[in-house]
């Protein structure tokens, strides 16, 4: 297959999608390979920044997604009325970095490093979908596990949980105070300048 049809499936998948495709989904039904898909991919995204296309192609671990083009996002955002996200609160930022940086982690684990109890934070995450149950912990009561998702991902601008800076080291203080103020900097450090990008699919 020519790599300019492989890139045209590429877009049209994702277009109609309007979600993440799996790279290996796609690269079967391609009868390629995930590394030829990821460089077709890749090489598609470079043509849309070069023409400063409205659209952009990103990939989110082991998925790929069309997105709207950041810089575009206001004037989106106006064409559309949507609304703009509220923020995130500090309190939802500590629990979002605790799951970030110690995933898979039950909400146990999140509240005795918080200090307080976390149910209504990691519902509202989970709603939003930053957050998502991973399955539940082999022990009596079976609690449920907590990772972070692709929209995690995407809302912070990453490809992968690798890209996350490191935790500074702790030093004379609180230990687990340590490890979550130190979460939620880095966290922080990590949002992007403009509004999260709109996803893009196949409805008018």
Not at 170 to 195: F, W
Request: glycine share 6%; aromatic share 4%.
């Amino acid at each position: 297959m020519e790599i300019r049809d492989l890139e045209g499936i590429i877009e049209g998948i994702l277009f109609a999608s309007g979600e993440p495709v799996g790279v290996d989904r796609i690269a079967a039904v391609c009868a390629s390979d995930a590394k030829t898909v990821l460089a077709a991919a890749s090489h598609l995204d470079e043509q849309y920044q070069a023409r400063r296309a409205g659209i952009r192609l990103v990939q989110l671990e082991n998925a790929l997604q069309l997105c709207s083009a950041p810089e575009y996002a206001d004037l989106i955002r106006t064409a559309l009325e949507a609304r703009k996200p509220p923020q995130l609160s500090q309190s939802a930022l500590e629990v979002l970095a605790v799951v970030a940086y110690y995933q898979p982690v039950t909400k146990s684990y999140v509240e005795q490093v918080r200090g307080v109890d976390c149910s209504y934070t990691i519902g509202m995450l989970t709603d939003r979908g930053l957050i998502e149950q991973s399955g539940r912990l082999p022990v009596p009561g079976r609690p449920a596990l907590y990772v972070t998702t692709k929209a995690f991902l995407r809302t912070f601008g990453i490809s992968s949980l690798e890209e996350l800076p490191p935790l500074p080291e702790a030093r004379d203080a609180d230990p687990e105070q340590l490890k979550l103020e130190n979460a939620i900097a880095a966290l922080k450090a990590e949002i992007p300048d403009e509004e999260t990008p709109e996803t893009g699919g196949s409805e008018a």
